[in-house]
């Protein structure tokens, strides 16, 4: 019996098809740090940033990769969690969890931030304290509840925000192109040496951008057929960003320069290719990209909890389902309560500093999952050539990285794992004094 096999009913409804699935993890992918990271790389690694997001891309398609041979071997919810719980046992599980929800809980929480931050540029008032707050909550409120009402409604909310995105995205791409291509860009040359810890840290940055796919793997147990769609749906992601993003830096250091140092380079080349209206136009493009962003989450995370407590490492209430809709509505509620209380507190560049050391952790704990899983099950239904090459080349790639990301900073993260450890010493507490009852009665008989 496969992995994957033998599983209950869970009262979840399988009507996620193969294109909603990539969907799903293109906006669970393309987040606000597209409108605002390119300026970034280009300052790090020059002239030579195209190429370098292009080498970075491939770098986190290895991961990606993995990712889709251990996803083809699943079709219940869960995503990372069950993938690191059925390959190396519950503790592992357990950290990854808590981790994952970490990651992806704060990640939405400062992108409702910057939801707030660009409509400023329309309603200046929203910064205060209590219209501020009041739209910070209705912006969870209302995708909470699109969720909770069904996951086919969620699914269409979310493909509508991905065609609105791409689209935005796509104006700002063509109209830039278009001026490159009629006149002299600012692309100077490269510098003849670039040092290697730039490039590692330019690696980190798109690293985060590529972030985030993960979640979108979480709701498996409402995908109409998980192991065929999971790996399109990831290599649809992979191709399809990773053009989006290798043209939007060719656009910023064509127009910009090499040297772009603004903090919002998308609004700068749509000001300079589209006039005054220009910087309007990639608000909008923000505001779309970054509720889209926060649905995206909202279908997928909660799919984590839900999945625990299947497994019974989370109380009975985390995998209660409404008759009605067919949704996890507990989870869904939860984590729409962890975001708005992050969101008061939370920014991008805490984002930043959460997200990217949990990530590069259970990317890595996936890659070796891999091949575990293959001397455990025997062939999977999408299996990567190379033998252990590639999966051996993701966890070079977690561990290479994770010497750049700045952990002084991290330090929930740290908490964060200490609270998994007590998480699992609770559970094997649990189990144990359940399991001594049951023998007494057993022998008793």
Same mark, same amino acid.
């Given at each position: ?58 770098? &986190?398609?290895?991961? &990606? ?6 996803? #083809? ?24 969890? +808590?981790?994952?929800?970490? *990651? ?25 304290? +209590? ?16 969720? %909770? ?20 995205? *796509? ?26 810890? #730039? ?46 993003? %290798? ?26 290719? &589209?006039?005054?209206?220009? *910087?309007?136009?990639?608000?909008? #493009? ?62 991008? *560049? ?20 891999? &091949? ?51 998480? +699992? ?21």
């Amino acid at each position: 019996m496969g992995v994957a096999d033998g599983a209950e009913s869970t009262g979840l409804v399988r009507v996620i098809g193969r294109w909603s699935l990539a969907a799903l993890t293109i906006t669970s992918v393309l987040c606000s740090g597209v409108f605002g990271l390119p300026a970034t790389f280009a300052g790090l690694v020059g002239g030579y940033s195209v190429v370098g997001v292009f080498i970075a891309s491939l770098a &986190m398609g290895i991961i &990606m990769a993995c990712f889709a041979e251990v996803s #083809s071997r699943f079709s219940e919810a869960g995503g990372p969690y069950l993938y690191a719980r059925v390959s190396f046992g519950k503790l592992t599980g357990v950290l990854v969890a +808590w981790l994952l929800y970490l *990651a992806q809980a704060a990640a939405p929480a400062a992108n409702v931030n910057l939801f707030v931050i660009y409509l400023a540029e329309f309603w200046p008032a929203v910064l205060e304290p +209590w219209p501020r707050f009041l739209m910070l909550s209705l912006l969870v409120a209302a995708l909470t509840i699109i969720n %909770v009402a069904g996951v086919r409604q969620g699914t269409i909310a979310n493909n509508v925000f991905t065609i609105v995105k791409l689209l935005a995205l *796509a104006s700002v791409v063509v109209a830039g192109a278009v001026m490159v291509l009629k006149q002299p860009t600012h692309i100077q040359p490269a510098a003849t040496h670039v040092p290697l810890r #730039s490039w590692l840290q330019a690696t980190v940055f798109v690293a985060f951008l590529f972030g985030g796919f993960e979640s979108a793997l979480a709701p498996m147990g409402e995908a109409k057929d998980p192991r065929r769609d999971a790996g399109f749906a990831l290599f649809a992601t992979l191709i399809g960003c990773g053009v989006i993003y %290798v043209l939007i830096q060719w656009v910023v250091t064509a127009i910009l320069g090499s040297s772009a140092s603004t903090q919002r380079p998308l609004a700068e080349v749509a000001r300079i290719t &589209m006039g005054n209206h220009g *910087a309007a136009i990639v608000a909008v #493009s923000a505001m779309v990209s970054v509720y889209g962003y926060l649905g995206a989450k909202l279908l997928g995370m909660p799919r984590v909890t839900f999945s625990l407590a299947e497994q019974g490492d989370l109380p009975r209430i985390f995998c209660s389902v409404s008759r009605k809709f067919h949704t996890p509505w507990f989870s869904i509620l939860l984590y729409a309560v962890v975001i708005w209380i992050l969101a008061g507190i939370g920014s991008f *560049a805490w984002n930043v500093s959460l997200s990217v050391v949990s990530r590069l952790f259970y990317y890595g704990v996936v890659c070796v999952a891999v &091949m575990v899983l293959r001397a455990r099950e025997g062939p999977a239904k999408f299996r990567l050539p190379g033998g252990p090459l590639l999966p051996l080349l993701g966890v070079a790639v977690c561990i290479v990285l994770a010497t750049q990301v700045d952990v002084r900073q991290s330090n929930i993260v740290c908490l964060t794992v200490l609270a998994a450890l007590l998480h +699992w010493t609770w559970l094997r507490t649990f189990r144990r004094e359940k399991e001594i009852p049951q023998r007494a009665r057993t022998g008793s008989q």
